[in-house]
């Protein structure tokens, strides 16, 4: 392909503003590879890189509880709304019955109201439910559905043609069976996609954790543990973007994995 | 087996009243074409037999039993789509198979009946291929071989051959009907092309704006279309259908040439006359049209010949090539008996 000199600008554009995006990453990793002493070197390859710092955050705190507990509330989260979200969105856009639009609107308008509000109501909730200090409030909610993939989710199942869904029902399948069995498996691509705002969001909560869970390193997500380990180690730069790089770790492998997905899924249900 | 009983079927969306109580019966074994243009309601009438559009009011049974509030499964129908609807993400074989696992039957039952099913439509070497994977004519097999191992009373067809090419198209119609030969099951098939319904139908039943216009065997509708839609729809070319005014077993033209007619009719009509139905005669011959030739168009097999008039254009079909060329003068006369006769506000049939 030859480059028009308009392509060459966009190009330049472009890489600009990765290297944008790119660079307070870069120098997190570089800081977390520096000994203590050089952590005010401007130096973007270390003097003496050292792993010691990964080793230290171990040391001064369980990561590995924290990293696991994170996880399996993540993970138990995002198959919760994949699960929910994607069997409301099914009936939304399949199923014809009287109210369905504005039962879909006033779902959207749930988007509007500030997580904040709810707060208060669902502390009282999960409290008269006796689960208040576990850590079920973190992930129940998630079984509840959502606007967001419920939102996300019908869009794409609007994709797939009536036909096939009409075919199986002629064929004598459930609408449960046309769910799991034909709509489930054809959206590989926005469930990909899904997942990992999914994912995402669970693992960065750190409003609920501190909320519904004491402060107890056993039971606490990682989120609260950065924080904590924050304000104890605030100085001590090298320690701390190793302890921030451990954070996003998972959730840069879980993006890996499923990008192309994620980027067809995203493509394919109009968001961004 | 069974028949089906279409009995004064209406069909409304809210306020909108889209059919207006059609009634007609399939009989046992029949192969029917539900014909007619674009939202003249066939395939909404097809989704009610097979259940998946509600019936307003009305009856449809299937076999002796009232269907109105059966699930589409229970029906024992099966349904080949215009796009085929296979499931993309399923094997030939397990789409095929998917209707007889649902219902639990033994996995060797399910591929010995899909072995069988692939062997009547020449599918067994792409088995275990996905959809995406086969060209049109192969897909369209794929859905009648979903529909085939049922072995269901009735198979519904909508409009399956029009997504595909022209010979393939020809290919499939006779590959459908032998297959109806074959398995002698009750057979309605929608389509918008008069063609396909006159080539495969046992009858053909004719819709326009949710209304039945006529039900017959092709060529009774062909030979004596009750009115002038289903004269103008059947056939192709199509009918001319020509202003007139008829008195005492004559029709006057707007050009002034007098024609026969069979019919009694008297005053102002339609006349109609289909264009393989007129000889072609020196100019100002009695009993015949005279105009100036238009366009020509020859398939090899047929000439189809425009004809301007002093009043309309008509249009006409030689089978023997005659040297005709632009701007020829000629008369074109009716074979005799081969006229029709509308009335002109009703459309209907004056005999």
Known sequence: MK??????????????????????????????????????DMRLIPATPTPENYSRIFELMPFHLLLWNSVKIAAISTFGQLLTCSMAAFVFATVRFPGRNLLFVILLITLMIPAQITSIPQFIIFKALGLYGTQAPLYLPSFMGGAFGTFLMRQYFQTIPME?????????????????????????????????FAFLFSWNDLFSALIYLPSDLEQTTLTVGLALFQTQYAAQWPLMMSAALVSVAPMILVFILAQRHFVSGVAASGLK | ????????????????????????????????????????????????????????????????????????????????????????????????????????????????????????????????????????????????????VRHPAVFLFDEPLSNLD?????????????????????????????????????????????????????????????????????????????????????????????????SAAEGAVQYGIRPEHLDLVPPETPGAMTGTVGLIESTGTAMFVAVQTQGPKVNALFSDRPALHRGDRVGLRPKAGHSHVFHTGTGERLA
């Open chain 1, 3 to 40: 480059l028009k000199p308009a392509d060459l600008l966009a190009f330049a554009v472009l890489l600009a503003g990765a290297l944008m995006m790119v660079a307070p990453f870069v120098w997190m990793i570089s800081t977390s590879l520096k000994p203590a002493a050089e952590q005010f």
């Open chain 1, 164 to 196: 096939l869904a009409e075919a199986a029902r002629i064929d004598g399948a459930s609408l449960i069976r046309i769910f799991f069995t034909i709509y489930l498996p054809l959206s590989k691509p926005a469930l990909a996609a899904f997942a990992i």
């Open chain 2, 1 to 148: 087996m069974a028949k089906v009983s279409i009995s004064d079927v209406t069909k409304s969306y809210g306020i909108t009243k889209v059919m207006h109580g059609v009634s007609f019966e399939v009989q046992d074994g029949e192969f029917v074409a539900l014909v007619g243009p674009s939202g003249c309601g066939k395939s909404t009438l097809l989704r009610m037999i097979a259940g998946l559009e509600d019936i307003t009011s009305g009856q449809v049974s299937i076999g002796e039993r009232v269907v109105n509030d059966v699930e589409p499964k229970e029906r024992d129908i099966a349904m080949v789509f215009q796009n085929y609807a296979l499931y993309p993400h399923m094997t030939v074989a397990e789409n095929m198979g998917f209707s007889l696992r649902l219902r639990g039957t033994p996995k060797a039952e399910v591929s010995r009946a899909v072995a069988e099913a692939a062997e009547i439509l020449g599918l067994t070497p792409y088995l275990a291929r996905h959809p995406k994977a086969l060209s049109g004519g192969q897909r369209q097999r794929v859905a009648m071989g979903r529909a085939i």
């Open chain 2, 166 to 262: 022209a010979a393939l198209r020809v290919q499939m119609r006779a590959e459908i009907r032998n297959l109806h030969e074959r398995l002698g099951s009750t057979s309605i098939f929608v389509t918008h092309d008069q063609v396909e319904a006159m080539t495969m139908a046992d009858r053909i039943v004719v819709m326009r704006a949710g209304r039945l216009e006529q039900a017959g065997p092709p060529l009774e509708l062909y030979d004596r279309p009750a009115n002038a839609f289903v004269a103008g729809f059947i056939g192709s070319p199509a009918m001319n259908l020509l202003p007139a005014q008829a008195a005492g077993g004559h029709v006057t033209l707007a050009d002034g040439s007098v024609l026969p007619i069979t």
